[in-house]
């Protein structure tokens, strides 16, 4: 029998037997592929976190894994179209012989879920993805490390051009009178507090030296002898442009009729779309209400308004009307409103510490009104006023200082329960050091002895010592600390202290020979301190926040990854004006440290 016919020919046939092993090759090959889909439902992308099993037991100390030793099982099964192929076992994983989790193993490799992991170790991870894949990233810390300039005296302040104050939840909001943070750090009451109002000034400064220069739009200076723009209330009510001695300029001189209520006056649109810091100049005579109505872009149909208001310090949230007191302003004051800000800061108002954080920011401001009886000059928005923030916390340090050269701190804090609290009035070295650091700032910029002079007397507090009201505090009876919270018994919090150098270090290289011979002696005393004592706060793998492990005796206070952080930026600047090679030691081991390294073991 023949099998292919003699005429087509060799290649013919071998055309043939190809064919046919292709097909079958496909036949067998989606057979395979049917049988996975149904016998291998445990396909995951390996310790990833996606989901854990169900606990056998639990140790007592495990309550923060709680959520994750109590997730359902089906969790883990999350099939990818990319991992089919990779079967994994269930295996019971026990942990310390405490309890146990469900893993997944690969042969000899076993997997453990990220989200049991982050938590177990404290690390970070993420699942990320570029260009259509992903991957998933691991971090050991979650420490920002900015690279820092060689540091000088007006230069921008470590890293502080990273940091938003008022945008923390624990800043109530921006006062009205003063225009700067009211804080809610140890207590929901609200108050002043040196340390984060002379951040608020250092860290607008250094964005001054960073940030763009700023888009400025001049609504009204009163210049041109037209007040057209200005959309009356009412007949009766009267607007004009009168020439101020005092301030020995035009400005535009308002008053509303006696029957209009707060939110009827004259109107100026502004129509400004991406600059949201508004600054003016005024007096009054009268209770007034400057109102800014503004568009969000959180979805809300109505216009928001921003009232600014003759009342008291204080801000308040009702509907669609926000209001902020400014204080009667008898005087000429230039105001500086960050209205993004007090925009979150009253829709975000709470009863507790924390301002409740939002996304929403603004669309558009629209329009200015004026009421009462005033004048008032330069209607001015901003994509930022940098300079009027700082000075406006310079200037609070100048009013708020006292007899003693330092800013107490009028709230009660409790460091730890076997340290006895600091009553209300306390000092603290780092508010001294930070303030000094913001008013040598100012006095380089304006050459105003007055900062210069309120820097000075700052340096008195650091020789009181800490049980007798100051700051003073010694380790071992030989070396000199000066204390964040001079505490009983001391704490030594290495943060603080180092802040506190920064200030003496900036004093005593703009004052004169003279005049900053005490900030220098401080300044050469503590960094003696530091160089000998650095070692106490260095576990091998991170650093203490502060020593109460010696003066109490217990368990170190470790320091987050943030305060960490702060350790390394502030070696970083100690390193750029010390040549001694114990900072640049320390500075490289702390770094690896967030990075997973750690020191040898014997």
């Not at 049917?34 to 056998?56: C, E, H, M």
């Not at 829709?347 to 510490?353: A, R």
Request: aromatic share 12%; charged share 25%.
């Amino acid at each position: 029998m023949r099998l292919v016919n003699p005429r087509l020919g060799f290649r013919a046939l071998l055309f043939l037997l190809l064919a046919s092993t292709f097909v079958t090759f496909i036949f067998l090959l989606r057979c395979n592929g049917s049988n996975k889909n149904q016998g291998d439902q445990d396909t995951g992308r390996p310790g990833l976190g996606l989901g854990v099993g169900a606990a056998i037991s639990r140790h007592p100390d495990t309550r923060d894994l709680e959520g994750v030793l109590h997730q359902p099982e089906a969790a883990f099964n999350q099939p990818r179209d990319l991992q089919q192929g990779i079967k994994y076992q269930e295996i019971e994983c026990l942990i310390n012989d405490d309890y146990s989790i469900q893993g997944r193993r690969e042969g000899e490799e076993v997997f453990i879920p990220f989200s049991f992991i982050e938590k177990y170790f404290e690390i970070y991870g993420r699942l990320a993805e570029y260009d259509g894949y992903d991957r998933f990233e691991l971090q050991h810390s979650n420490a920002r490390i900015y690279q820092q300039n060689p540091y000088k005296s007006d230069s921008t302040f470590m890293s502080f051009t990273h940091y938003n104050v008022e945008a923390r939840d624990r800043v109530k909001y921006i006062s009205g009178v003063e225009g700067v943070p009211i804080s809610t750090q140890w207590g929901p009451q609200g108050y002043f507090y040196p340390i984060q109002i002379a951040q608020f000034g250092l860290s607008h400064y250094s964005k001054n030296l960073t940030d763009k220069e700023p888009r400025v739009f001049v609504f009204e200076d009163a210049e041109d002898g037209d007040t057209s723009r200005w959309n009356p209330p009412d007949r009766t009510s009267q607007i004009k442009i009168v020439h101020d001695e005092e301030r020995d300029s035009n400005v535009i001189e308002f008053q509303t009729s006696e029957l209009l209520v707060e939110s009827q006056g004259f109107t100026l649109p502004i129509k400004s779309r991406g600059d949201f810091v508004l600054t003016f100049d005024a007096k009054f005579f009268t209770n007034f209400t400057i109102s800014v109505t503004v568009e969000a872009d959180d979805g809300r149909e109505k216009p928001m308004t921003i009232h600014y208001t003759s009342d008291e310090d204080g801000i308040m949230h009702k509907g669609s009307h926000l209001t902020f007191g400014l204080g009667p302003m008898r005087t000429w004051r230039t105001i500086t409103r960050d209205l993004v800000t007090d925009f979150r800061k009253a829709v975000g108002k709470t009863n507790t510490k924390s301002v409740r954080k939002t996304k929403a920011s603004l669309r558009k401001v629209v329009k200015l009104l004026i009421h009462g009886h005033g004048r008032i000059d330069n209607v001015t928005m901003w994509t930022h006023s940098h300079m009027s923030q700082f000075f406006d916390a310079a200037n609070w340090l100048i009013k708020t200082q006292d007899g003693q050269g330092g800013w107490p701190i009028n709230v009660e804090r409790k460091l730890d329960e076997d340290i006895v609290s600091l009553p209300p009035g306390w000092y603290s070295a780092m508010a001294q050091g930070q303030a000094i650091s913001t008013l040598v700032r100012a006095y380089k910029k304006t050459h105003d002895f007055k900062y210069l002079s309120a820097a000075l007397k700052a340096t008195k507090i650091f020789r009181i010592p800490s049980g007798e009201g100051g700051v003073l505090a010694k380790l071992f009876d030989k070396f000199p600390w000066y204390e964040e919270y001079p505490t009983t018994p001391s704490s030594f919090v290495l943060n603080g202290f180092i802040y506190s150098l920064i200030g003496l270090y900036d004093l005593h290289t703009i004052a004169g020979p003279e005049e900053g011979r005490e900030a220098l002696q401080l300044y050469n005393d503590g960094i003696k301190s530091l160089k000998t004592l650095l070692p106490l706060f260095d576990t091998g793998s991170g650093t203490t926040y502060d020593l109460r492990h010696l003066s109490l005796h217990k368990a170190p206070n470790l320091a987050r990854w943030d305060y960490h952080a702060t350790h390394i930026s502030q070696l970083q600047l100690l390193s750029s004006i010390d040549p001694d090679p114990v900072f640049k030691s320390f500075l490289d081991r702390w770094i690896g440290y967030t990075k997973g390294k750690r020191a040898k073991h014997n």
